[in-house]
């Protein structure tokens, strides 16, 4: 099994910067994909960023695409999600996930509160 462990969150004033980390441990070679998604309250969880372990690839979501760059350090286990130019509504809880070839994500972190004031 993995396990992830975020941390980096914290508050912020809009147009700042925060870099969030995920360590993972365990079985970590059988890691396909990372992904980071997000929580505001009152909404649903949504799709943030994510990269392929082995390749590098990586897919943004539209509403952060070109402020936030997701990257990975193979050597250390940890993906890292650099947040730039940072807005109100990017305030939520920010959980890290892991998922094999071919299956969901199926382990997540405890999540990291990330709060933009304005």
């Known amino acids: 099994q993995v396990q992830l462990v975020e941390s980096g969150g914290g508050l912020v004033q809009a147009g700042g910067s925060l870099r969030l980390s995920c360590a993972a441990s365990?079985?970590?070679?059988?890691?396909?994909?990372m992904g980071w998604f997000r929580q505001a309250p009152g909404k649903e969880r949504e799709f943030v960023a994510r990269i392929i372990w082995y390749t590098g690839t990586t897919l943004y979501a539209d509403s952060v695409k070109g402020r936030f760059t997701i990257s990975r350090d193979n050597a250390k286990n940890t993906v890292y999600l650099q947040m730039n130019s940072l807005k109100v509504e990017d305030t939520a809880v920010y959980y890290c996930?892991?998922?094999?070839?071919?299956?969901?994500?199926?382990?997540w972190g405890q999540g990291t509160q990330v709060t933009v004031s304005s």
């Open positions: 996930a892991s998922a094999r070839a071919g299956a969901e994500y199926d382990v």
């Open positions: 365990g079985r970590t070679f059988s890691t396909y994909r």
